[in-house]
């Protein structure tokens, strides 16, 4: 019953060319480039990649390293969108409570919508983290302060801690950036931490993790909140970005994007729901001129890309590597 | 701990009720500390609910369990395992994508008391390396440390499991067929660690080979449509005439 997807570990077992100071090398260097890249590419379009990569890699946490397939994490992302633009807006709060109060709020829906999902496992978890995001969507729509169809529209990025205005795009990246790689080690941490193992022991064999004396649903409720709080940190950020937020956020279809990123670019793999978000982001945006044939085309390259990489672009090449020379 | 002899394990009138169908029917079972005790009975007697029941993964429709001298009929299966009733499964339980080493090693960080330590690196299981090796080596899988599990031939994952329950040094060890699916080989080498760990456990387990029953175990209970049909030492139970009329027609 071995999982494609999930190959994912720090133990010395098949790793071929992967030697860790090769493996951090490429950290550095990928570290590097995301320094680099904003002086090439257009950086409103990178940060969106990296709120999304966030978002992803949050989502990954659960289904991934738990095996928790939630339907319904746009909740986290949209709401905190809704709040940090609510509070930057409306109540003029600095970004960075801004972005607090946004990731705080994810984190509690987290706790509540974990704490009432979680006994259940499969589809049934799958259909109640959906029920509850329709809810958050309804309120979204219903609610005064989201502005309803029009969204939350111009809202200032102030000036982070009273001393960096955020007003230029250069700067705001790396503030981006900053933040990225703050959530991505924090997931990395999780992953790579004794609270990690019992999770991928659970996702590996949930039964008998509970016969070995551990509270599974403790668990996997910590790990929900940590997916939402983080999910909400990328939905935050990304209401500071686009100045706006918007119901497309708390909408199903990004709890299906968060799926289906994560799949295209490798579930249970560090990097693979950044690749993932990649991909999707781009085209996205190099497609909207298609209209509504983007989504057939982004349905099509997940096809493909499901079938012909069933461990997603960063598992199979991590396949690769590890099985070099071939 | 108590003394050899006295109860550790006891269940009066347990049932379990299947929506009408009664799987386990008013089962006294008494394990006494310090012993093998076996649990036989054709298939669908009941033996595998038993332990479901005896370690919470399902409850009870009536009846009580005591656990050195404690009533935990309505503890969580969590809390029985770390009070030292700790259970094997029927189907091999590994962790499938996890290596032989890290499967051990799950078992034995828990009482570090980090397991919810998720800022803290996974440096920190190092230390429990030597021991994993250790019980590891009990059961001749300390060279295979960094194999994936999933890839053990299936006698072998019955040995991992075995390791890793043993990880958690219990002191009620409940074995459902830990033979069952081995080559000769690995049962007499489990039946051997059995006998080993039981120096200072007690074990109750359900085996199908009769021979490593009558090898291992003191008291037997045989077990037949969710009731007790006999109880005793080996040569009183393989001699009982409706022991031998339930395995007529049976054959395991
Ligand atoms: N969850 C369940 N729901 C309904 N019937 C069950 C369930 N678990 C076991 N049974 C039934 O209870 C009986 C005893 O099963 P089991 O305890 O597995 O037997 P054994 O381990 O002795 O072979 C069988 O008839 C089985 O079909
Ligand atoms: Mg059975």
């Known amino acids: 019953m071995s999982v494609p997807g999930i190959q994912e570990s720090r133990t010395a077992w098949r790793l071929g060319i992967i030697t860790p100071g090769r493996k951090r090398a490429f950290f550095i260097a990928m570290g590097l480039l995301g320094l680099a890249l904003p002086l090439a590419v257009y950086p409103v379009f990178l940060m969106n990649v990296l709120c999304m990569a966030l978002f992803a890699s949050a989502f990954n946490l659960l289904l991934g390293y738990t095996g928790l397939l939630s339907f319904g994490h746009a909740a986290f992302l949209g709401s905190a969108g809704y709040v940090t633009g609510h509070v930057l807006k409306a109540w003029g709060w600095p970004p960075e409570a801004g972005l607090l109060a946004g990731t705080l709020v994810a984190t509690l829906l987290g706790l509540v919508i974990g704490g009432l999902a979680i006994r259940r496992s499969g589809i049934y978890f799958a259909m109640i983290t959906l029920g509850f995001a329709q809810m958050l969507y309804f309120l979204a729509v219903q609610l005064p302060f989201t502005g309803g169809e029009d969204g939350l529209q111009g809202i200032p990025r102030g000036t982070l801690f009273g001393l960096v205005p955020l007003d230029r795009p250069l700067t705001l990246y790396y503030v981006v950036y900053a933040i990225f790689l703050l959530g991505f080690f924090v997931i990395y941490r999780t992953i790579h931490s004794p609270f990690g193992h019992v999770l991928r022991s659970i996702r590996e064999n949930e039964p008998r993790a509970l016969s070995l004396g551990y509270d599974v649903d403790r668990y996997k409720l910590v790990a929900f909140v940590i997916s939402a709080g983080l999910s909400g940190l990328a939905g935050s950020t990304k209401a500071l970005v686009l100045q706006f937020a918007t119901l497309t956020d708390s909408h199903w279809h990004k709890s299906g994007e968060v799926v289906l990123m994560t799949l295209l670019g490798g579930m249970g793999t560090v990097m693979g729901p950044s690749v993932g978000a990649l991909v999707v982001v781009t085209m996205d945006n190099y497609l909207s001129g298609v209209g509504d044939w983007v989504t057939v085309i982004i349905g099509s390259v997940f096809v493909v890309g499901v079938l012909a990489f069933r461990r997603g672009f960063v598992g199979e090449a991590l396949h690769l590597a590890r099985n070099f020379p071939f | ?252």
């Open chain 2, 1 to 252: 701990m108590g003394a050899v002899g006295e109860l550790v394990l006891e269940t009066r009138g347990l049932t379990k009720d299947f929506r009408g169908f009664v799987a386990v029917g008013g089962v006294d079972l008494k394990v006494r500390r310090g012993t093998i005790h076996a649990l036989i009975g054709p298939n669908g007697a009941g033996k595998t609910t038993v332990f479901n029941l005896l370690t919470k993964f399902i409850q009870p429709s009536s009846g009580a369990i005591l656990y050195r001298g404690r009533d935990i009929t309505r503890s969580r299966p969590a809390d029985v395992a770390r009070q030292g009733m700790v259970r094997s499964f029927q189907v091999s339980a590994v962790f499938p994508n996890l290596t032989v080493l890290e499967n051990v090693r799950v078992a034995l960080q828990r009482p570090l008391g980090t397991s919810f330590h998720f800022w803290k690196s996974d440096r920190s299981l190092q230390g429990l390396h030597g021991r994993a090796l250790e019980l590891l080596e009990q059961v001749d899988l300390a060279t295979h440390r960094d194999t994936v599990a999933v890839e053990l031939p299936y006698g072998r994952k019955r040995a991992l499991e075995l390791a890793t329950t043993l990880a958690l040094d219990p002191e009620l060890l409940l074995l459902d067929e830990p033979t069952q699916g081995m080559g000769h080989e690995d049962v007499g080498r489990v039946v051997e660690l059995i006998r080993k760990v039981a120096a200072q456990r007690t074990v109750l387990m359900v085996e199908h080979n009769l021979s490593v029953v009558a090898d291992l175990c003191q008291t037997i209970t045989v077990l037949q449509r969710g009731t007790i049909l006999a109880e005793g030492p080996y040569a009183q139970v393989s001699t009982d005439p409706r022991v031998l009329e339930a395995y007529i027609g049976v054959p395991e």
